[in-house]
C-alpha cells in the first residue's frame, strides 16, 4: 500500500530525505502552500506535515477523507483544531525536543537586551548619538529569574540562569518538586513568583488557567520594575493590561517575541512602546532547530504510517478510535 504524505509548509530538505527510504511513500512537498492550494492537495492525503503557517481547521479536515496523522514539526499546536481531529479519527503529533535549545537561548538573549538596553543602544548610535548614560542596565548576577512552566525548554533557561549566578524560581503544577532541585529551580506558587522574580519568563501552553495569565491583577502582585519575557505564545498576555503597567513604570521592560494574531496588528499596544523589545517570532528561527523539528515530524510520519506506532501525541483519546 502507498501512502500520500503532504508536505504543506517549508521543511529543511532533511526531512524529506527521512522519507526517500519508503517505497510505501509518495510525498508531495512543493514548499509554503497557499490555503486553497492545501485544500485541494489533502483530499488524497494520509499524512499532513506543517509548521505554523498551515491552520489545519475544521474545514481543512473535512476536505480530507483519507487523513490519519497530522504532524506538527514544532512544540505548539494552536494552529489545529484537536477537537475536530479527534472527531475524525486523525492522530496530532508534535516534534518537543527539536527547537528547545534555539528557544532558550533565545529566550536568554532577551533577557540580557532587556537587562542592558542593547536595542535601544544599537539604534540611538545608528542615529548619530553617542548617548552612554540613557543606557545604563544592570547586572543579572544575584537577580532571581521566575520562570513560568518548567518543561524542556523552561529548563533548559534555568541551566543557562544558574550560570549567570541568578537565583532561579519556578511555577508548574505538573512537576514534582524533587525533579527540580537537581537543576538549582526552587518551586514557588504562582504569586510567589510573582512578588520575588526580577525577571519573569513564560514557557507555558495556552490553556484556559493560562490564556491572558499575565494581566492587570498578576501585575500588580509583581516588584515594581519586574521585566517580563515571552517567547511561548502571544496569548499569555494581555497585551494592553501589559502595555499599562509598562506606562506607570510597574513593569520596568518586556520583550515579545510571539502575539496572539501573527502577524500583529500594526496598533498592537506593546509594539513601539518604550522599554519593550519586539522581534517577529524568531525564537525557533534557527537552521539547527528547523532541521531537527523538520527530521522530526518525517519520522513521526513514517512510523505511524508503516509501522503504526504513534509518538507525541497531543490528542490521546484518538488512539482509541485507531486501535479499533
Same mark, same amino acid.
Given at each position: 500500500?502507498?501512502?500520500?504524505?503532504?508536505?504543506?509548509?517549508?521543511?529543511?530538505?532533511?526531512?524529506?530525505?527521512? !522519507?526517500?527510504?519508503?517505497?510505501?511513500?509518495?510525498?508531495?512537498?512543493? *514548499?509554503?502552500?497557499?490555503? $486553497?492550494?492545501?485544500?485541494?492537495?489533502?483530499?488524497?492525503?494520509?499524512?499532513?506535515?506543517?509548521?505554523?503557517?498551515?491552520?489545519?481547521?475544521?474545514?481543512?479536515?473535512?476536505?480530507?477523507?483519507?487523513?490519519?496523522?497530522?504532524?506538527?514539526?514544532?512544540?505548539?499546536?494552536?494552529?489545529?483544531?484537536?477537537?475536530?481531529?479527534?472527531?475524525?479519527?486523525?492522530?496530532?503529533?508534535?516534534?518537543?525536543?527539536?527547537?528547545?535549545?534555539?528557544?532558550? $537561548?533565545?529566550? !536568554?538573549?532577551?533577557?540580557?537586551?532587556?537587562?542592558?538596553?542593547?536595542?535601544?543602544?544599537?539604534?540611538?548610535?545608528?542615529?548619530?548619538?553617542?548617548?552612554?548614560?540613557? #543606557?545604563?542596565?544592570?547586572?543579572?548576577?544575584?537577580?532571581?529569574?521566575?520562570?513560568?512552566?518548567?518543561?524542556?525548554?523552561?529548563?533548559?533557561?534555568?541551566?543557562?540562569?544558574?550560570? #549567570?549566578?541568578?537565583?532561579?524560581?519556578? #511555577?508548574?503544577?505538573?512537576?514534582?518538586?524533587?525533579?527540580?532541585?537537581?537543576?538549582?529551580?526552587?518551586?514557588?506558587?504562582?504569586?510567589?513568583?510573582?512578588?520575588?522574580?526580577? !525577571?519573569?519568563?513564560?514557557?507555558?501552553?495556552?490553556?484556559?488557567?493560562?490564556? *491572558?495569565?499575565?494581566?492587570?491583577?498578576?501585575?500588580?502582585?509583581?516588584?515594581?520594575?519586574?521585566?517580563?519575557?515571552?517567547?511561548?505564545?502571544?496569548?499569555?498576555?494581555?497585551?494592553?493590561?501589559?502595555?499599562?503597567?509598562?506606562?506607570?513604570?510597574?513593569?520596568?521592560?518586556?520583550?515579545?517575541?510571539?502575539?496572539? !494574531? $501573527?502577524?500583529?496588528?500594526?496598533?498592537?499596544?506593546?509594539?513601539?512602546?518604550?522599554?519593550?523589545?519586539?522581534?517577529?517570532?524568531?525564537?525557533?528561527?534557527?537552521?539547527?532547530?528547523?532541521?531537527?523539528?523538520?527530521?522530526?515530524?518525517?519520522?513521526?510520519?513514517?512510523?505511524?504510517?508503516?509501522?503504526?506506532?504513534?509518538?507525541?501525541?497531543?490528542?490521546?483519546?484518538?488512539?482509541?478510535?485507531?486501535?479499533?
Amino acid at each position: 500500500m502507498t501512502y500520500h504524505v503532504l508536505i504543506s509548509d517549508s521543511v529543511d530538505q532533511a526531512a524529506l530525505d527521512v !522519507f526517500k527510504g519508503s517505497s510505501a511513500l509518495q510525498v508531495t512537498a512543493n *514548499g509554503q502552500m497557499k490555503r $486553497e492550494e492545501t485544500l485541494a492537495a489533502i483530499v488524497e492525503a494520509d499524512a499532513l506535515v506543517i509548521r505554523s503557517a498551515t491552520k489545519a481547521d475544521a474545514a481543512l479536515l473535512e476536505a480530507a477523507p483519507h487523513l490519519k496523522v497530522i504532524a506538527r514539526a514544532g512544540v505548539g499546536v494552536d494552529n489545529v483544531d484537536l477537537d475536530a481531529a479527534t472527531r475524525r479519527g486523525v492522530a496530532v503529533m508534535n516534534t518537543p525536543g527539536g527547537n528547545t535549545i534555539s528557544t532558550a $537561548e533565545f529566550t !536568554f538573549g532577551l533577557m540580557l537586551a532587556l537587562a542592558r538596553h542593547i536595542p535601544q543602544g544599537d539604534a540611538s548610535l545608528r542615529g548619530g548619538a553617542w548617548d552612554r548614560k540613557a #543606557f545604563s542596565g544592570l547586572e543579572l548576577k544575584g537577580k532571581t529569574l521566575g520562570i513560568v512552566g518548567l518543561g524542556r525548554i523552561g529548563r533548559e533557561v534555568a541551566k543557562r540562569a544558574n550560570a #549567570f549566578e541568578m537565583t532561579v524560581i519556578g #511555577f508548574d503544577p505538573y512537576i514534582e518538586t524533587a525533579a527540580l532541585v537537581p537543576l538549582g529551580i526552587e518551586k514557588v506558587a504562582l504569586d510567589e513568583l510573582y512578588a520575588r522574580a526580577d !525577571f519573569i519568563t513564560l514557557h507555558s501552553l495556552i490553556t484556559d488557567e493560562t490564556r *491572558g495569565m499575565i494581566n492587570a491583577s498578576a501585575i500588580a502582585k509583581m516588584k515594581s520594575g519586574v521585566r517580563i519575557i515571552n517567547a511561548a505564545r502571544g496569548a499569555l498576555i494581555n497585551d494592553r493590561d501589559l502595555a499599562q503597567g509598562i506606562q506607570t513604570g510597574k513593569v520596568g521592560g518586556a520583550a515579545i517575541d510571539v502575539y496572539e !494574531f $501573527e502577524p500583529p496588528p500594526q496598533d498592537h499596544p506593546l509594539i513601539g512602546l518604550k522599554n519593550v523589545i519586539n522581534t517577529p517570532h524568531l525564537a525557533a528561527s534557527t537552521s539547527d532547530a528547523q532541521i531537527n523539528v523538520g527530521v522530526e515530524a518525517a519520522h513521526l510520519v513514517l512510523d505511524a504510517l508503516t509501522s503504526g506506532v504513534y509518538q507525541n501525541v497531543c490528542n490521546p483519546a484518538v488512539l482509541d478510535k485507531i486501535k479499533k
